[in-house]
Nanobody, 117 residues
Framework: QVRLVESGGGSVQPGESLRLSCAAS????????MRWLRRPPGKERELVAT????????NYADPVKDRFTISRDNVKNTISLQMNSLKPEDTAVYYC??????????WGQGIQVTVSS
């Protein structure tokens, strides 16, 4: 059974940091492309960051470049998203996403991040 379990969300003030983690199980993690997406309130879900199986190739959405860092641990089967200099517009439900080599994809249940003064 595939599981993607996010953790680390919460409420912070602008300028602060949070680190999200996603624990994966039930599939071949080391060959899968992993992503973080988010759904801001009242908006469509949007891509935040991607990390490929090799762990070296990453991509970021323009709004988070230079503030967020995605990483993965292919031994522990986890990915993380280090979020620095958080802004109110980063408020969203954040989702972990896995795309397997065969094209199948899975979602985590999502975790709330709120940035407010």
């Amino acid at each position: 059974q595939v599981r993607l379990v996010e953790s680390g969300g919460g409420s912070v003030q602008p300028g602060e940091s949070l680190r999200l983690s996603c624990a994966a199980s039930g599939f071949t993690f080391s060959t899968s492309t992993m992503r973080w997406l988010r759904r801001p309130p009242g908006k469509e879900r949007e891509l935040v960051a991607t990390i490929h199986a090799n762990g070296r190739t990453t991509n970021y959405a323009d709004p988070v470049k230079d503030r967020f860092t995605i990483s993965r641990d292919n031994v522990k089967n986890t990915i993380s998203l280090q979020m620095n200099s958080l802004k109110p517009e980063d408020t969203a439900v954040y989702y972990c996403h896995a795309r397997l080599e065969n094209g199948t994809y899975y979602w985590g249940q999502g975790i709330q991040v709120t940035v407010s003064s």
